[in-house]
């Protein structure tokens, strides 16, 4: 029970991570210990394990599969997502120098963590390494988009999403984000939730159509791309966490706290918000918006969010060998 409740908090943690648009779930996964596995028990859920299903029936499915395992991280991920989509999108038009700083801090310590984990640096991991921050840094230069909303583009979008949640360093909202599909995502589950509790059983069954098929896209980027991952850390695990690592460093130019906004776009509900923003230091944050850079609260929550990371490999160590 202990060890499905953690579970179920780690997948809290993720699934709050990937409501953010640069910041990955699979770096809450990798730096507290279950991404391997993660990747393990997705990869079982094949037709071996549909026919051990009808065969052996549920028991022997459910084992085969890590059944209990993936119920409590992903019934944590959809909580958190649910719950916190509507707290993380004020908190981020609200006080975005502190939030951003904050995971500016987590991406820092996490990418430490992740190359701390190869025993040996060679040519070849120092070369993927850099190649994979210039690709991760090129993406989060590109333009976001305007996405259409048709279902089909949902299915595309949830797809090609999952497949960078759960690579440490790629963030699936960001890549939603550069799709067009993150205001209406995410705007659909906050509509919703608004209908549910107004009874709105019209908007409840369209918002909850193009929600469905967001979630089949996923589950199915989500097993096919997991097999990829699973052989890549099998065959060549401190490539692959090189390359890893170099996607999180190269990240780190999306949570930069300090920016210009250059564009504006109309969101779902009419209102007026960022679409093409550039980095600044604090100094120029403040002479071009006449408001206080918070350069020290910020500095605090950056040390704080690096702080995290290493608490929570700590309480997972310790969780594990309970």
């Known amino acids: 029970m202990k060890k499905t409740i953690g579970l179920f908090f780690r997948g809290m943690a993720m699934g709050a991570a990937d409501v953010v648009p640069g910041v990955s779930g699979g770096t809450i996964a990798f730096i507290t210990g279950i991404y391997e596995e993660l990747l393990r028990s997705i990869k079982s859920v094949d037709l071996e394990a549909l026919k051990l299903l009808l065969k052996s029936g549920p028991k022997a499915f459910w084992e085969k599969i890590n059944g209990t395992f993936l119920l409590a991280l992903f019934t944590g991920i959809i909580f958190s997502v649910i719950s916190l989509a509507k707290g993380i999108t004020y908190l981020l038009n609200e006080h975005p120098v502190l939030i951003w700083s904050f995971f ?39 333009t976001p988009t305007q996405g259409p909303e048709a279902l089909w583009f949902i299915f595309l979008s949830g797809f ?6 759960i690579l440490p360093g790629i963030s699936g909202s960001f890549i939603l984000l550069l799709l067009g599909s993150y205001p209406i995502v995410l705007g659909t589950v906050s509509d919703t939730l608004s209908a549910i509790k107004a009874s709105d059983w019209d908007l409840i069954v369209s918002g909850m159509t193009l929600i469905l098929i967001f979630i089949l896209g996923c589950v199915i980027g989500l097993m096919s791309f997991a097999r990829l991952l699973s052989w890549l850390f099998a065959a060549h695990k401190n490539l692959t966490l090189a390359i890893l690592t170099g996607f999180m460093i190269g990240s780190l130019n999306k949570v930069w706290p300090w920016k210009e906004t250059l564009e504006f776009r109309i969101n779902s509900k009419g209102e007026e918000v960022p679409f093409l923003e550039q980095n600044i230091l604090p100094a120029a944050y403040e002479q071009l918006y006449n408001t206080p850079s918070q350069l020290l609260p910020a500095i605090v929550l950056m040390v704080f969010g690096f702080g995290i990371v290493f608490l929570i490999e700590g309480v997972a160590k310790k969780m594990e060998n309970k």
């Open 160 to 165: 090609i999403a999952i497949c960078a949640m």
């Open 104 to 142: 500016f801090g987590l991406i820092i310590a996490s990418a430490i963590y992740i190359g701390k984990d190869i025993p040996k640096w060679n040519i070849r991991n120092v070369f993927a390494l850099l190649v994979a921050a210039l690709v991760a840094f090129y993406i989060t230069l590109a």
